[in-house]
């Protein structure tokens, strides 16, 4: 419904640098019957808002205004941080198909760069080098990268584990229906392959430096013809880990579904917050109706009920995203540019085998996909048609690929310390 409201607005935005052209796509009502909000907000926080009543535009015409930061009071060189100017209409009374004050269309722009978090936890680190595995601790953490299973096998923060298995390199997703429909699969399979059953090395490279330790593995993925990818750790003294997957196409391999890393946690990690689009599900070519903000949900209630399981519960546009047990303990999920994330209590292969939802497992993990994206879902119809082009991943042969995620622990306080704009 997200989408369908988007596409359907009666009102379209376009933005310059200075001004905003609204296109009135009513019949015979003007803007004038609805109220005209704006708000900015800055790094998810929405810190002014203000009713714009001059802003009327005849039907099926379409008229410019300046942005309205002198009604807003705020000066936008002045504003730190990623900034998010929206204007929205709503209605002003009661209908009865709405109530007064809901939104019928909005438009946002946005500029500036959201910083990385900075916590205060230096420390010295500890490195232990043994035949089977690698440990490094620090103030309040500590981390154990096994040789057997090929990476991060522990992540204990003040005692408490944060992992439930290694993070591994993920390409592939549950096929939609669109994607059962064009047979998706045949083509795509082998990279479902690679996310299962891809091989390592069990040498990885490890670099210690006085406030930082870098370990690389080596994957080889079940692919023809073969291919590899690393996964390369850097673990800060601060307790942060930077995660880089780097991947190199090779001649005669298709586009992938997904390119990114899959994590596991314990399914008490329950609790999502994320500043990207929402609040509903988001894809790179199903996002029209969607708006940049902080939101959250649950993972069960980011499990959409289509009415066979597959692909559901994606977020593009992610700067950060929050998964938490009830109590604000978990993990925080960075970018430097925006990702695609889900948090789900299935992996993508459990959500494939089920035909109903009756037939998925008891959820007893929470699977967290960070992702450089995900292919779109198409949808021209459900019997044959692809996926449009600009929405496929596209692997050029010798052009490397890689995708960053910062990846820190959240202690009771700075888990619970985001405002919501919206809840699933």
């Avoid at 269309?105 to 232990?128: C, D, N, Y």
Wanted: one cysteine or more; a negative charge; aromatic letters at 10%.
């Amino acid at each position: 419904m997200q989408e369908v409201k988007g596409c359907y607005a009666p009102v379209a935005f376009s933005f310059t640098d200075a001004a905003v052209r609204v296109h009135n796509r009513n019949l015979f009502a003007p803007t004038s019957a609805y109220r005209c909000m704006a708000s900015i907000q800055c790094d998810g926080r929405r810190i002014r808002q203000c009713e714009l009543p001059d802003w009327n535009v005849e039907p099926l015409g379409a008229k410019e205004f300046a942005l309205p930061f002198e009604a807003l009071g705020v000066d936008p060189d002045a504003l730190q941080g990623e900034c998010c100017l929206e204007i929205a209409f709503c209605l002003k009374e009661d209908t009865s198909w709405a109530k007064a004050g809901h939104e019928v269309a909005f438009g946002q722009k946005v500029w500036g760069k959201m910083q990385e978090s900075h916590t205060q936890r230096p420390g010295p680190l500890t490195v232990i080098q043994g035949n089977l595995n690698v440990g490094v601790s620090g103030r309040d953490f500590s981390l154990l990268f096994s040789k057997l299973h090929g990476g991060l096998l522990s992540y204990r923060w003040q005692g408490q584990e944060m992992l439930s298995a290694v993070p591994k390199p993920n390409f592939w997703r549950a096929p939609t229906d669109n994607d059962v429909g064009n047979r998706m699969g045949a083509r795509y399979g082998q990279w479902k392959l690679a996310s299962l059953y891809s091989c390592f090395e069990e040498t990885p490279a490890v670099r210690v430096e006085k406030d930082r330790v870098e370990l690389t593995f080596l994957y080889h993925l079940a692919t023809q013809p073969a291919s590899d990818c690393t996964v390369r750790y850097i673990v800060s003294a601060e307790g942060k880990i930077r995660m880089t997957l780097s991947y190199t196409p090779v001649q005669g391999l298709t586009e992938m579904p997904e390119f990114g890393l899959s994590f596991q946690m314990d399914a008490d990690f329950d609790q999502c917050t994320w500043y990207g689009m929402g609040p509903e599900e988001t894809y790179c070519d199903r996002c029209t109706g969607a708006k940049l903000g902080v939101f959250a949900s649950t993972t069960q209630e980011a499990l959409s009920r289509y009415l066979r399981p597959q692909e559901c519960g994606n977020r593009t546009g992610v700067r950060w995203a929050k998964v938490m047990r009830k109590d604000g303990t978990g993990l925080l999920f960075e970018t430097r540019k925006p990702m695609d994330f889900s948090a789900l209590p299935y992996t993508p292969h459990e959500l494939e085998n089920a035909r109903h939802s009756f037939e998925l497992p008891r959820a007893g993990k929470t699977v967290v996909r960070t992702a450089l994206r995900q292919m779109g879902v198409g949808g021209d119809n459900t019997w044959g048609a692809f996926t449009h082009d600009p929405y496929l991943i596209h692997c050029q042969p010798g052009e490397r690929m890689e995708f960053e995620v910062i990846v820190s622990a959240l202690s009771h306080e700075e888990g619970g310390g985001q405002d919501e704009n919206h809840r699933c």
